[in-house]
């Protein structure tokens, strides 16, 4: 630990931390966050999750177009994505379309930050 990273007293409020500690989550209720965060941590997820909020709803055909992958290989991240509770899929006829949930719209927004997102959200919303 460098020297800057800890108090070089002990300063500890402790009527402060233990307010904060008693409104803290307990940590199985932190696991659907954890999940979701770590869904979007890997870059081809991202990047499947970033397409489909400029798209709105894609296919599996279409995302694996514009982010050129496999199909096979989407369908695995989609997969994910929808375990996370970050997309949902509706079956239309034969195709099945995805989409970003509330959810992930927002967590994507929050790891892509302002800019980016302003950019990739849809014309057709």
């Known amino acids: 630990m460098q020297r800057g990273d800890s108090c070089d007293l002990l300063c500890l409020d402790l009527p402060h931390a233990e307010a904060i500690r008693a409104g803290l989550p ?11 965060a770590r869904a979007l941590g890997d870059p081809t997820r991202l990047g499947i999750a970033t397409a489909l909020l400029s798209g709105g709803e894609l296919c599996v055909c ?3 177009w514009v982010v050129g992958l496999a199909q096979n290989l989407v369908s695995h991240h989609l997969r994910q994505l929808r375990s996370a509770g970050l997309a949902r899929s509706q079956r239309q006829g034969r195709l099945v379309l995805y989409s970003l949930t509330e959810r ?3 967590l994507l927004v929050a790891v892509l ?3 980016h997102a302003r950019t990739a959200e849809p014309d057709h919303v």
Do not use: M, S, W
């Open 62 to 64: 279409d995302l694996a």
């Open 113 to 115: 930050g302002p800019e």
């Open 104 to 106: 992930g719209t927002a």
């Open 26 to 36: 307990a940590l199985p209720a932190l696991e659907p966050a954890a999940a979701a």
